[in-house]
């Protein structure tokens, strides 16, 4: 369940990071009963951001199969990601 606090919760900057840190998940600001900003802890954002950017290589290849491009081997993807990143 997301959280959703008011935005004059911020106040207390202490709890809200103890908050963010305790629960590692995004807490939803209002402001005038509408949804206003989103706060999270730096280590929740890395995570986010990485399986972000696994889930839209997933949806990048897939999109590329669906128009024709020919699927590599696991072993073959491997290989390349290997040359790429160790020479």
Known sequence: MPMILPIRDLRNTSKVSELAHKNQEPIHFTKN????????????????????RIDQAIFNAEKEVAEGTEPISLEEAANRLNKKYYG
């Open 33 to 52: 009963g509408y949804s206003d900003i989103v706060v999270m802890s730096a280590e929740y954002y890395d995570w986010f951001v990485r399986e972000n």
